[in-house]
């Protein structure tokens, strides 16, 4: 019976999120064609005209991303290897990448928000949900739905950006929880990681161990879909909305000294400051 249910729930996941992918991707498409007639593209990819920027990313973070993105990649590769074994064979090598990439990935992880918090260049303050951000809202989907041609701009990422990078921590650290919980081999002690985050409190509730496994195993997999939905979205938004941004945080072309000298002097005439934080609320960004 549970084992019934539970092989109906993982086909059905996987049904559910492939559309949800493939209709998050053509969401991307079509946003991209509506540019043309609304005159986006041509102002971006004809005129080359991107957004202003006073400032880059230091090193570290655009080094943690990198190795963030690679460790992403081979955990999704690996893992969707694991729920569908299409080459007899790999499972073995497949797994040792996963557990290989999952080390690295969480101590990156860690070591990010240590650099958020502590480091010299600390920049917790730009992930910071406050107010304005809030108020900006419904200004920034506005812009992104082309139904204004101004986009709110009050801090150096607009309060979606906030968001999405705020989920995907949060997404990061309940897929290391519900991983770590797959792991049955006894390792700690005498126990296994799974006994120890979720034995007694999911088996127990659940009267198994085995089958609170088999429930974390669905969270993990139904996130490994969720990553791989938002990632679809932010991949396309950091390439047609911020192309020089995203080759300078790539490291692939520095974004021109002369532009951030320009936007400094911009930002310093229209409101008296340095931009960012200072800017009063909802200050367009000229379309
Ligand atoms: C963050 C740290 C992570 C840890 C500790 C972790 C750990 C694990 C473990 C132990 C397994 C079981 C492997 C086996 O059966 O031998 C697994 C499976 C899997 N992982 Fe991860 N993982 C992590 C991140 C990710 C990420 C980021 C993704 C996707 C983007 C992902 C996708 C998957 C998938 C699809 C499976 C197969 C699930 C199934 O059998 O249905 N994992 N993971
Ligand atoms: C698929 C390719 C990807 C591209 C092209 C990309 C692009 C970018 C760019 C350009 C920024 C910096 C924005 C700025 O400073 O103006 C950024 C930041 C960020 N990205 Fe990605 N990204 C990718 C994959 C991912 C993945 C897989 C994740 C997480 C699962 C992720 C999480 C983040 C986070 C948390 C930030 C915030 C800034 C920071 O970490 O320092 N990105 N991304």
């Given at each position: 019976?549970?084992?019934i249910?539970?092989?109906?729930?993982?086909?059905?996941?996987?049904?559910?999120?492939?559309?949800?992918?493939?209709?998050?991707?053509?969401?991307m498409?079509?946003?991209?064609?509506?540019?043309?007639?609304?005159?986006?593209?041509?102002?971006?990819?004809?005129?080359?005209?991107?957004?202003?920027?006073?400032?880059?990313?230091?090193?570290?973070?655009?080094?943690?991303?990198?190795?963030?993105?690679?460790?992403?990649?081979?955990?999704?590769?690996?893992?969707?290897?694991i729920?569908?074994?299409?080459?007899?064979?790999?499972?073995?090598?497949?797994?040792?990448?996963?557990?290989?990439?999952?080390?690295?990935?969480?101590?990156?992880?860690?070591?990010?928000?240590?650099?958020?918090?502590?480091?010299?260049?600390?920049?917790?303050?730009?992930?910071a949900?406050?107010?304005?951000?809030?108020?900006?809202?419904?200004?920034?989907?506005?812009?992104?739905?082309?139904?204004?041609?101004?986009?709110?701009?009050?801090?150096?990422?607009?309060?979606?950006?906030?968001?999405?990078?705020?989920?995907?921590?949060?997404?990061?650290?309940l897929?290391?929880?519900?991983?770590?919980?797959?792991?049955?081999q006894?390792?700690l002690?005498?126990?296994?990681?799974?006994?120890?985050?979720?034995?007694?409190?999911?088996?127990?509730?659940?009267?198994?161990?085995?089958?609170?496994?088999?429930?974390?195993?669905?969270?993990?997999?139904?996130?490994?879909?969720?990553?791989?939905?938002?990632?679809?979205?932010?991949?396309?938004?950091?390439?047609?909305?911020?192309?020089?941004?995203?080759?300078?945080?790539?490291?692939?072309?520095?974004?021109?000294?002369?532009?951030?000298?320009?936007?400094?002097?911009?930002?310093?005439?229209?409101?008296?400051?340095?931009?960012?934080?200072?800017?009063?609320?909802?200050?367009?960004?000229?379309?």
């Open positions: 019976m549970f084992a249910l539970l092989a109906k729930v993982n086909v059905w996941m996987d049904a559910i999120f492939f559309i949800l992918w493939i209709a998050t991707a053509s969401a498409v079509l946003h991209f064609f509506v540019g043309m007639p609304k005159g986006r593209f041509r102002k971006k990819w004809i005129e080359w005209k991107w957004p202003d920027h006073d400032h880059r990313a230091p090193f570290l973070p655009k080094l943690m991303h990198w190795v963030h993105l690679a460790c992403m990649i081979a955990l999704a590769a690996s893992g969707l290897y729920r569908f074994p299409t080459y007899a064979g790999w499972r073995t090598p497949m797994r040792y990448i996963h557990y290989v990439a999952m080390t690295i990935v969480l101590l990156n992880l860690f070591w990010r928000i240590w650099y958020a918090f502590f480091a010299k260049d600390r920049d917790w303050k730009k992930f949900v406050g107010r304005r951000d809030m108020q900006s809202m419904g200004g920034v989907a506005m812009y992104y739905a082309y139904l204004s041609n101004s986009k709110p701009h009050v801090a150096e990422y607009n309060v979606m950006q906030k968001l999405t990078y705020l989920v995907f921590l949060g997404l990061m650290l897929q290391g929880f519900t991983g770590l919980a797959l792991l049955t006894p390792i002690f005498g126990y296994s990681p799974r006994e120890v985050l979720v034995g007694w409190w999911l088996g127990a509730m659940l009267g198994d161990v085995a089958i609170a496994g088999a429930w974390i195993r669905v969270v993990h997999y139904a996130i490994n879909w969720l990553f791989i939905i938002i990632t679809t979205v932010h991949f396309y938004l950091a390439l047609n909305e911020d192309l020089l941004i995203s080759l300078d945080f790539f490291g692939f072309k520095r974004y021109p000294d002369h532009l951030i000298e320009e936007a400094k002097a911009k930002a310093h005439a229209e409101h008296g400051d340095h931009g960012e934080h200072g800017a009063p609320v909802l200050a367009a960004e000229a379309e």
